[in-house]
């Protein structure tokens, strides 16, 4: 399987790795037939994200999403980070495998329910 250098650069070295304590917004997504489990972690100043932090178990693709898409979001008004896709998220990273496109789903879902959780509790 050939991974873009960007996918092996984020995986190595992910970016915004880490939980925050007391977030005011959370998600965790999981996919089952693969195994891996996201979770993304937000503070929110003014509906804008102040910080994202993001722990995942699984394979290269899926750290390597949740990296760049925290990047993605950081310092972006909630409706700008909902409107995130899964599609923009693997350009990104100079694509993915097409058996590996479901990481990119699960960081999508995973910033979603990070918001939504976010906008419930407002």
Same mark, same amino acid.
């Given at each position: ?45 003014? &509906?804008?994200?102040?910080? $994202? !932090? ?5 394979? +290269? ?6 990296? /760049? ?24 990273? &100079?694509?993915?495998?097409? $058996? !590996? ?5 699960? +960081? ?6 990070? /918001? ?7």
């Amino acid at each position: 399987m050939q991974y873009s250098e960007k996918v092996m650069d984020h995986f190595m070295n992910p970016r915004n790795s880490g939980v925050i304590e007391n977030p005011d917004g959370y998600g965790k997504v999981g996919s089952p037939s693969c195994g891996d489990v996201m979770e993304i972690f937000l503070k929110i100043e003014d &509906d804008i994200i102040k910080d $994202v !932090k993001f722990r995942t178990f699984g394979c +290269a693709s899926a750290i390597a999403t949740s990296s /760049i898409s925290t990047e993605m979001i950081l310092e972006k008004n909630v409706s700008e980070a909902l409107e995130l896709t899964n599609k923009a998220v693997a350009e990104a990273l &100079d694509g993915l495998p097409p $058996v !590996k496109m479901h990481c990119s789903v699960l +960081a999508e879902e995973a910033i979603k329910a990070a /918001i939504e959780d976010y906008m419930s509790k407002k």
